[in-house]
Nanobody, 118 residues
Framework: QVQLVESGGGLVQPGGSLRLSCAAS????????MSWYRQAPGKERELVARVTTAGDSTNYVDSVKGRFTISRDNSKNTVYLQMNSLKPEDTAVYYCNAQRSMIFSPFWGQGTQVTVSS
């Protein structure tokens, strides 16, 4: 069974840091582009960060550039999102996504809550 399990979310103060992890199983992880999305209440889901299969290229939404870092460890079937200098507007449920091709539907995790608040 395909599984993507996020962890590492929680409550942090503005300026703080969190590292999210997404543990994958049940598919060929190293063949999939991995991404982090987030969705805040009342807002559309947005792509936050993406990393290529070998981890050699990354992309970020402008609002997190310089603060967030996506990485992956194919030997552990895990993708990470290091989040620094967190802002209240980063508050959202963060979802792990695996996409191999537009031919197929992507895999999604259940999400992990990140709350940035004083």
């Amino acid at each position: 069974q395909v599984q993507l399990v996020e962890s590492g979310g929680g409550l942090v103060q503005p300026g703080g840091s969190l590292r999210l992890s997404c543990a994958a199983s049940g598919f060929a992880f190293s063949m999939y582009t991995m991404s982090w999305y987030r969705q805040a209440p009342g807002k559309e889901r947005e792509l936050v960060a993406r990393v290529t299969t070998a981890g050699d290229s990354t992309n970020y939404v402008d609002s997190v550039k310089g603060r967030f870092t996506i990485s992956r460890d194919n030997s552990k079937n895990t993708v990470y999102l290091q989040m620094n200098s967190l802002k209240p507007e980063d508050t959202a449920v963060y979802y792990c996504n695996a996409q191999r091709s537009m031919i197929f539907s992507p895999f999604w995790g259940q999400g992990t809550q990140v709350t940035v608040s004083s």
